[in-house]
């Protein structure tokens, strides 16, 4: 398992610091992001899924806590739709030049829109997928932000 993947490369490229946290990653846990949580150690409130949605028929990016559920509702508000649904996993994979399991905010094939779950600023770090499965890098949530362009809206049910 390599340490240096897409993601990681669009870290390095907007100055952002990271550390790199590796897992042994299982297809098969009911929920990868909690999965990913208990692995290292972290609580899943501090660990992010990134979450591909279409809003309108366009992609966006969300990042959330593990731990939580998305609002499409929200989502489709956040980005100034009315309608939002998950993206299908291969949609997600040819999008993002990502596996499910290993799909990161940060690095991905295609910019989109971004919006992080605003629950998340108040902590001082949060681990996000790094772009390969048993891959997670820990940042800044502003760090984080800064490096999407994204922006810190309330996302989840």
Known sequence: MSKT???????????????????EYHPDAARIGLQAAEAIGAAPERVLKTLMVEVDGRPVCTVIPSDRELSMKK?????????????????????????????????????VPAAIEEAAMAHEQVIINGGQRGV?????????????????VSLIA
């Open 5 to 23: 993947t897409q993601a990681t490369l669009a870290l390095k490229r907007a100055g952002v610091a990271f550390a790199v946290h590796l897992y």
């Open 75 to 111: 989502v489709a508000a956040a980005f100034g739709g009315k309608h939002a649904e998950m993206m299908k996993p291969e949609a997600a994979e040819r999008l993002t030049g990502f596996h499910v399991g290993g799909i990161s905010p940060f690095g991905q094939k295609r910019k």
């Open 136 to 152: 997670m890098v820990e940042l800044a949530p502003a760090d984080a932000l800064k490096a999407l362009d994204a922006k810190a």
